[in-house]
């Protein structure tokens, strides 16, 4: 939690909460549009945008893309996500929510922290809907406690479908909760297909275990 985070929506007792994480090179402000098309499906959900801690050229990052390589993106990944996991506690302790009620909602670099807070331990959401991202890593478990929405566009030249379409295939074999939604001529991006989607993924109850 940080002083750049934006609130979108703050009920007086929330009973959930969505936090959204950016891309390399933006800011939390980037992705208030989505939060506020999101908002009016989530009535009782304390919304909030969460930057990143580290600075990357006119933005933000989670972890330093400079020099990076399939060999050292899951290092860097794993280095980061303690930071990450403890920003989303901050916002659990704030409202007083568990994991159960929990939902993080990540583009390209934001999908893929948050997917890998779902390889730890003790994963911090019951829920994670990953934009255009990926896995660091070859998903390594699957939680009955965590459900994972992976929405990509076919055109991507950033983050290519096919990790989508991989990471979707191997987390149904490990058993995990996995949907893919993607959508033909959306490049490394939202539009409103993607915002329809993630809508009819919230629809979806949470599972019923979680921290």
């Known amino acids: 939690m940080n002083n750049q985070d934006v609130i979108i929506q703050q009920p007086a007792t929330p009973s959930q909460l969505v936090l959204l994480f950016h891309g390399v090179g933006s800011t939390a402000r980037h992705l208030v549009p989505l939060a506020e098309a999101l908002a ?4 009782e959900a304390l919304i909030v945008s969460v930057q990143a801690p580290d600075a990357s050229g006119p933005g933000w990052q989670w972890f330093s893309v400079g020099g990076i390589t399939e060999a050292n993106r899951p290092a860097r990944v794993a280095a980061a996500t303690p930071g990450f996991v403890d920003a989303v506690n901050q916002w659990q302790q704030t409202c007083g929510v568990s994991a159960a009620q929990t939902t993080l909602i990540g583009f390209s670099q934001g ?5 890998e807070s779902t390889q ?10 990953a ?3 990926r896995f660091a890593q070859a998903p390594r478990v699957a939680l009955a406690s965590t459900r994972v929405h992976l929405i990509h566009g076919d055109t991507d030249a950033v983050i290519p479908v096919r990790l989508a379409v991989e990471a979707s295939a191997q987390l149904q074999a490990l058993g995990a909760q996995v949907t893919l939604d993607h959508f033909a001529g959306l490049g490394h991006g ?21 921290r």
């Not at 009016?40 to 009535?43: D, I, M, T």
């Open 40 to 43: 009016p499906h989530l009535p």
């Open 111 to 115: 999908a893929i922290m948050s997917l």
């Open 120 to 129: 730890i331990g003790n994963p911090p959401a019951a829920r994670v809907i």
């Open 131 to 133: 934009l255009s991202g």
């Open 190 to 210: 939202i539009d409103a297909r993607v915002v329809d989607a993630i809508v009819h993924r919230l629809e979806d109850a949470l599972p019923a275990s979680g």
